[in-house]
């Protein structure tokens, strides 16, 4: 079993639809979570940054931990073509190593 | 920009080739990562270098050899590749090794022919 699953997508959505990302995860340990995203050849930039369970929010983007069924989300709210990429979820326990998952390719028409 | 840059960005090298992939970060930080992205598959971490020092070799294969001369450059040199290596090369670079952020390079992109 994978440490940390995410679909991988492709997943295609509407200009202004609510977009959901999701990841589970087996190492009940991990405390830090992060999602990341890729534009096409880029490397991959930091976009939300949470410890342990709760929400956080920033802008159009809220991040959601569930440590006690191993799932975290992100949503996009009224998503954007320039939302386009490739997001990326990733965890660590404390001193661990980052563990990302497989990325979900989302593209947004306009 | 990250502050964390990435040369070449593209190469090609047949297997009997020797070449270097460099890294620069610009953030005063001083932990170093090399990672490999290959299509559809998660990061998968190489080396990590802290203070220049090597904490961690994540099994890589003895063909790939990575040089810290100092907290801000970051060397992958590369000899006998395989086809398989073909991926895109990633340099990230942290405040310590505890939970705080990578910021990550472009990456290179890699062809073994």
């Known amino acids: 079993q994978k440490e940390v699953e995410q679909d991988p997508g492709p997943l295609s959505v509407p200009e202004g639809a609510i977009v959901s990302l999701n990841c589970t995860y087996s190492?009940?340990?991990?405390?830090?979570f992060m999602w990341y995203r890729q534009y096409s050849r880029k490397g991959p930039e930091l976009l939300m940054y949470?410890?342990?369970?709760g929400n956080k929010e920033d802008g159009r983007f809220t991040a959601q931990v569930d440590k006690s069924s191993k799932y975290i989300s992100l949503f996009i709210r009224d998503s954007q073509p320039s939302d386009s990429a490739t997001y990326l979820c990733a965890m660590r326990g404390q001193g661990g190593k980052l563990i990302f998952g497989q990325g979900t390719e989302l593209s947004v028409k306009p | 920009e990250t502050g964390v840059t990435q040369t070449p960005r593209h190469l090609v090298m047949g297997m009997t080739n020797k070449k270097s992939l460099k890294c620069e970060q610009h953030l005063g930080h001083n932990a170093m990562y090399w990672y490999k992205q290959s299509a559809k598959k998660p990061l998968e971490l190489m080396f990590v270098?802290?203070?220049?020092?090597?904490?961690e070799n994540n099994s890589v294969p003895s063909r790939f050899s990575p040089e810290c001369p100092n907290s801000s450059h970051l060397f992958l040199h590369l000899h006998t590749l395989q086809p398989e290596d073909s991926a895109l090369y990633l340099c990230a670079s942290s405040q310590g090794r505890g939970p705080g952020e990578q910021y990550f390079g472009p990456g290179t992109r890699l062809t073994v022919t």
């Open positions: 190492n009940s340990a991990f405390q830090y």
């Open positions: 270098y802290n203070f220049k020092e090597q904490t």
């Open positions: 949470t410890y342990s369970s």
